[in-house]
């Protein structure tokens, strides 16, 4: 963003936020907020998912909130979007830039700006630009904080560009910057992908001995990297620390490992992994129905294959015409023509034409 373009959106900003908002507008804010930003004690998030944009925005526009008090707000948001449905806009950030400017507090203001640049040069794919930007801000006196190296962090992982993200991470060792959650769930996300497991390990050990918790979602990123390794007792170990520590499972956490053991013939294994996400009240979606149903019509189980189909459709997802064709395939292979003869019928009169070949046994 250039200084005219910034200075021009900066005068539409204060030209709404004079004419749309009145004093009774915010009666309701500093309550709110304080909340939130109570002195002395820790910053609470708990409240924060039913933060609104419009709400958000009503407390950066208050006129009985201190602007610095809006920024370390602006800031816990920040650091809490994984607890948010929206992100702050640029209208916000500009909002909170023009009364800081307005307050003299030029290095809060300053600091902003340089965050939009490097946000506006990530949005081009520029990481290169929008990383030299940090390292101006270290050499002139602005600390960028970690809500900035964030951004960039997830913008390295997202475009596996792991020389520039060793460039960051170098950066903000160098600046005393630390992790927070979000910091890790970037990196555990970005190695997990790019198949670093071991070195997002090495993370989600880091989180546990700084007392941050480690949740769901990024055991599932571990476990589904580890599955697609084939290293299943690193699989079965991150879920024995998942009991251990009281992290439950969801169907996410299940899913890549019945698709692993299901892969390699393991069948029974699979399905008993099935049988433990539906005791926790998880449900096989299509896809899982669709990819069981062709791992047991691979091992030439025919019988299980026609009875998932049956529960499958039980449970309101109807099995398509790929699915009835290699079910129909094998249901002959194994001289079972009767089973091969219903599914027809079921194809016939749902307007599906089965593949001949398919059925070719149940025909004759």
Known sequence: MT?????NTLKTVKKSSASTLSPKHF???PDFISHFLKPSTPLDASALPSLTPTTFRDILSNPDLKASKCFRFFNFVANNQSLLSFKPHLQDHLILISRLLKTRLFADA??????????????????????EIMEEMSGTGIKPNVITFNILIDSCVKRWDFEELDLVLGLMRKGGVGFNVETYKFL???YSSYWKIEAAERLVMEMHDKGLRVDTYLFN????????????????????RMRDRGVKPNADTFCPIINWYSKVGGMEVAMKYVEEMQKMGFELDKVMYDMLIDRFCQNGMADEAFELRIDMERKGFQADIAVFNQMGEILCETYQ??????????MIKRGICPKMVSFTSAIS
């Open 3 to 7: 200084l005219q373009n910034f200075l």
């Open 27 to 29: 009666q309701h804010l």
């Open 110 to 131: 300053e600091a902003m700006l340089k965050t939009l640049s490097v946000d506006e040069n990530l949005r081009n794919g520029d990481i290169k630009k929008a990383r």
């Open 188 to 190: 555990i996300d970005g």
């Open 221 to 240: 990123l571990m476990i589904n990297g580890y599955c697609k390794l084939g290293a299943i007792e690193s699989v079965l170990l991150l879920l024995g």
């Open 337 to 346: 023509t009767e089973k091969a003869k219903m599914l027809m019928n079921i």
